[in-house]
């Protein structure tokens, strides 16, 4: 099994291992043909973090610091006994790739980044409920780290280590305003210095960049992804549930890709249901009927080792486009296009939404639902009355991925989630979409200003046809880029050809 | 399609709206085949709360008191933006069936059990991201409730009805230990009188005895998830991964059941994982590859409209008993058997798990596996080591179903989760095991207290089998109890004859 193409020279020694585990010495693996992930790639990201550490900041780290970081703890759903399943957190699982509850972990300041993996002291009965209770040296093994420690061993260790300073994160995330919890760790504070100003925006750039053992995953998560759209896209029949559609690309990719989680709820919108951007989540559970002139939206991630792809593809139902969906799909492949040819390093992000967002406009402007000069619409923000939400973000670990604005990001644009310049490495989103949301648009022809805009005779016609969003996984590359999900159908031809078969 | 023989009665008169929605005017529905919920079912469950309350505590309870609940809250992952799939709080759903995050409830502690459904206002750019903002009027029509308010008109509702005492949850649950957090809601205790004890136990109680209507969504977790045990049990082949045999599972009760979550992680165990008695989380998660002679554990219940079911199998893989997957196999079904057979109003469920252990202990003896009289094996705690876990425990929205220990419960019995007596109404799982645990036996073997009611020898053929449970959904009637799990295969002839197939 391990013959497979994508498993190739990751030799045959632990076979039998995974027979009963998703574990070996060094690999995560789910067997058949799924990836076989060398754990050495978070070795490699602690040795990245560390030495961008040392090299940046020099003169302030003293001898003898340490990065600490908390994982995600064990958490029952309200005051029930019922464990939902546990993810990882995702710094935390960037540095480690261990997925066990309840942890703490350790890296040296040093030349080696000595790494110190801590795990809880379980109980005897762990053994009857969740399974067999492993050691210390066994966990060594499988994570590769230098040395495990039980969490309980943690400030003894540090202290013997003569630790000067602790560094921890604090830090908001971007994307949700959220702030990160600081490890919370009796007497931490009481017996050593921490700083938690300078980890941060180290590690969470070390994420920005991705390892091509890290690409090698995430390009896993898309094949799995862009293989369990096609099958919907083969599978869907009028009269079909929402919700069926999302059930045929989860089983999809667990069945056949050994992919457990989805980075994100599933969006599977029909009909009018495309213009809706977030769908599918409990309050609107994917629950319509796919109808005869239905468009789909369907978004989609699958997620392995904890890495994810975001995917989005949208088709009539039919598989065959009307007059209508065809104009606002090809303004959006317009967009999706450009974008991708201009796309390389050294490139604005902030141009690259505008550059799709010129596109679309010149698109309607065309369709005539738009009149007007290109240059007044933008001026007028009638851009993002179709389009509302930004081209695109980051993608790794997490779907909205972090670092968004570090580096020499711009000031926070509404609606982008990164305004900083294309680096190689960087694996990122490119999602123009063209919405008909009832209230943006009622909204802008109450405003004289803008109505003006708009050839209301001609909008009619598209009122109720939902939505259109392409969404690719994009690596930047030294020259240019690699679009990641570019084995779908994405153009009106490919489209009607592979749902007609 | 209400044509369907479960939803007879129910009319048609929503089938156009439940195109778009899983709601219409006082149903759940999810189309197709699905169960359509009447949501009276909520509204009768207010009504027994406010009489069992008005009548067990009429003294008490002044005029113009009210109870008031604090529905989940939507949350996010980590820092990240990454929003899990929203599950109500149980009590919450139980009173106003309501899956809305964010809300507070009222139900007027008076005749009519007046009802008030508070939920949040939206902002605008909800529609935008996440779908309509309906009325207040739509959520009332919806949830057959008297009065729809905003959260933030609570307090001023409850001043203008002069309200005397507001009483709210605060109880421990018993299979967690996790105390319930009594709703947050400013000015509240500054403004009223808040009664915090009174309440707790009689919801839950309510919500231990099923209602008519309650039985009938239990009954559809049921249906949907034995359907889909059958589907696994017929799909199953040596060398497939156990989370394989999961996805086909979960995409069975999603596609053609609509249950989009299962009330637990499932649990697919084979070969020796079949003896970790909660297989499958996060840590174990079913990576191994079923084997030749592997033995499996299926533990999965799917939920609908909150309600869930919690069912086991346990069959070869091959689908052809060996020798000691005969007897252990056997030992259990006996247990199941006689537990069915005296399970009635006025039994109590400490007796029903005597009786169980007993039938394992007498197989395991006649077996060989035992020596000795089984008054000692009992007395001596040998049960316990190959049934290690309580017989069954109430089920209803959740897993764990609340009030194992009210009522006219014995003090509590270590791993039992209920020691009351059974009444009609009652939903209970019936779910006797024999396990070979590899610490406990050793422990057993390590005291010459105990060592001596094993024989060695015997006992070293089935040290790698795994385990055997076998868990049935159970209503308590009248007269005496109804399987709901009923048309599974069971018997061993069942089983083979059914897997040949």
New interface residues.
């Given amino acids: 099994m391990s013959g497979h193409p994508r498993n190739e020279g990751k030799g045959d020694c632990c076979e039998q291992t995974h ?4 574990y070996s010495p060094g690999y995560y693996w ?3 043909n799924t990836l076989k992930v060398p754990l050495v790639l978070h070795k490699e990201n602690r040795q990245r973090l560390v030495s961008q550490m040392l090299s940046k900041h020099k003169d302030q780290i003293k001898e003898n610091s340490f990065i600490l970081l908390e994982g ?1 703890k064990s958490t ?12 990882q ?2 710094y935390f699982f960037w540095t480690f790739g261990s ?3 309840d942890c703490f972990g350790i890296v040296g300041l040093d030349e080696q980044a000595t790494s110190i993996l801590c795990i809880p002291k379980l109980p ?1 009965e762990y ?6 209770i492993r050691s210390k040296e066994y966990y060594k093994s499988i994570f590769l780290v230098d040395q495990v420690l039980y969490v309980d061993e943690l400030l003894e260790y540090l202290k013997s280590k003569n630790a000067s300073t602790i560094y921890t994160i604090l830090g ?2 971007t ?2 305003g ?4 600081e490890p919370q760790y009796p007497g931490l504070r009481e017996s050593f210095n921490v700083n938690n100003t300078l980890l941060f925006p180290e590690i969470a750039e070390c994420r920005v960049i991705k390892s091509p053992k890290e690409v090698e995953v995430i390009r896993y998560c898309v094949d799995a992804s862009v293989s369990a759209h096609k099958h919907v896209m083969r599978k869907i029949k009028v009269g079909m ?1 929402e ?2 559609c ?3 690309f ?2 999809h990719v ?2 056949e890709w ?1 992919c ?1 989680n989805v ?3 599933c969006i599977c919108a029909a ?1 009018k ?1 495309s213009a ?4 599918g ?5 994917n ?3 796919v ?1 005869e002139n239905g468009f789909c939206l369907f978004d989609m991630g699958a997620e392995y080792h904890s890495y994810t792809a975001d995917i989005t593809c949208s088709f009539p139902s039919t598989g065959k486009f009307n007059p209508e969906q065809r104009v606002v799909y090809q303004a959006v492949l317009d967009a999706s296009v450009a974008v991708m040819e201009a796309m390389r390093p050294g490139v604005s992000w902030v141009d690259m939404h505008k550059l799709a967002e010129r596109c679309i406009l010149v698109a309607l402007t065309k369709a005539g639902i738009l009149v007007g000069d290109i240059q007044d619409l933008i001026a007028n923000k009638i851009g993002s009355v179709f389009f ?1 939400h930004g081209l695109g973000h980051f993608l790794g670990l ?3 991925d972090v670092g968004g604005y570090l580096g020499d990001c711009q000031p926070k644009v509404h609606s982008l989630r990164t305004t900083r310049t294309l680096k190689a490495g960087m694996v990122i989103t490119s999602e123009p979409g063209c919405y008909f ?4 648009l009622t909204q802008a022809l109450a405003n004289p200003e803008t109505a003006k805009f708009f050839n209301v005779a001609e909008l009619e016609k598209y009122r109720n046809i939902g939505g259109v969003r392409i969404e690719d996984d994009i690596l930047v590359t030294e020259n240019g880029c690699e679009n990641l999900s570019k084995n779908l159908p994405r153009t009106i031809d490919e489209i009607e050809a592979f749902m007609l078969k």
């Fill in positions: 027979l009963d585990s998703q789910l067997g058949n995600g029952m759903q309200y005051d029930t006994d019922h464990e939902p399943l546990f993810k957190e995702r997925d066990i509850p005897a053994a009857t409920w969740m399974g067999e908001t995330n994307d949700s959220s702030t990160f919890v549930k919700y069926q999302e059930s045929e989860l089983h667990y069945n050994g457990r980075g994100y709820t009909n249901n809706v951007l977030h769908y989540h409990a309050g609107e559970p629950s319509a009927t109808s509302p997490d779907t909205h949301i009832k209230h943006l």
